[in-house]
């Protein structure tokens, strides 16, 4: 049975930083995309990063370029979200996706999500 299980969420100032991880156990990805995206109050889930496996290719959306970078440990099984210069419109419930064929920002295309973490920015 494949779980994930996310950590590391929490409250934090505007400005500053949280580590989120993404433990995978049941199977391993190694051909396969895994993606973080996070779903604030009232609004629609929304892509924030992802990453291959195989090769470490990444992409981010718009909105965190140049602040989040995502990266895996293949050994730990584990995704990493490394979030910086955080921003209260950053508060959301953030969630660990895994097992895409490629890189995509459409959650349909996920086929294992885990049971999210809060993330808060207070200004």
């Known amino acids: 049975q494949v779980q994930l299980v996310e950590s590391g969420g929490g409250l934090v100032q505007a400005g500053g930083s949280l580590r989120l991880s993404c433990a995978a156990s049941?199977?391993?990805?190694?051909?396969?995309?895994m993606g973080w995206f996070r779903q604030a109050p009232g609004k629609e889930r929304e892509f924030v990063a992802a990453i291959r496996w195989s090769g470490g290719s990444t992409s981010y959306a718009d909105s965190v370029k140049g602040r989040f970078t995502i990266s895996r440990d293949n050994a730990k099984n584990t995704v990493y979200l490394q979030m910086n210069s955080l921003k209260p419109e950053d508060t959301a419930v953030y969630y660990c996706?895994?097992?895409?064929?490629?890189?995509?920002?459409?959650?349909?295309?996920?086929?294992?999500w885990g049971q999210g973490t809060q993330v808060t920015v207070s200004s």
């Open positions: 996706a895994a097992d895409a064929v490629l890189i995509t920002t459409r959650p349909g295309a996920y086929r294992y």
């Open positions: 049941g199977r391993t990805f190694s051909n396969y995309a």
